[in-house]
């Protein structure tokens, strides 16, 4: 399975960004996908998740009413719709799929693909 985060850039403070992940090789309908971020020195973190039919999501408190995440099975992909982006939102953000219990920590994820970064300016 391969994973390919795509639609960062470099956006000022208030903007929005909409990043899509796609994944090859296998179907990912049935998995819990999730989001998570890093930014330079510091460790990768939880940013959203979606149950596999998109009926629950699941997101950090630093993020919750800001960002929005979904997803199409049909096109084998996830979507997170970020608003109100702030300068502390900028990182690379990785799409990966659950394959253990826990919807936050990122050992429950695997297949990371390569990351989008995205820049927020103030």
């Known amino acids: 399975v391969q994973l390919q985060a795509f639609g960062g850039g470099l956006v000022q403070a208030g903007g929005s960004l909409r990043l899509s992940c796609a994944a090859s090789?296998?179907?990912?309908?049935?998995?819990?996908m999730g989001w998570f971020r890093q930014a330079p020195g510091k460790e990768r973190e939880f940013v959203a998740a979606?149950?596999?039919?998109?009926?629950?999501?699941y997101y950090a408190d630093s993020v919750n009413g800001r960002f929005t995440m979904s997803r199409d099975n049909a096109k084998n992909s996830v979507y997170l719709q970020m608003n109100s982006l702030k300068p502390e939102d900028t990182g690379t953000y990785y799409c990966?799929?659950?394959?253990?219990?826990?919807?936050?920590?990122?050992?429950?994820?695997?297949?990371w693909g390569q990351g989008t970064l995205v820049t927020v300016s103030s």
């Open positions: 090789g296998r179907t990912f309908s049935r998995y819990v």
């Open positions: 979606i149950t596999w039919n998109g009926g629950n999501t």
């Open positions: 990966a799929i659950r394959i253990r219990r826990g919807i936050t920590p990122a050992a429950s994820y695997d297949y």
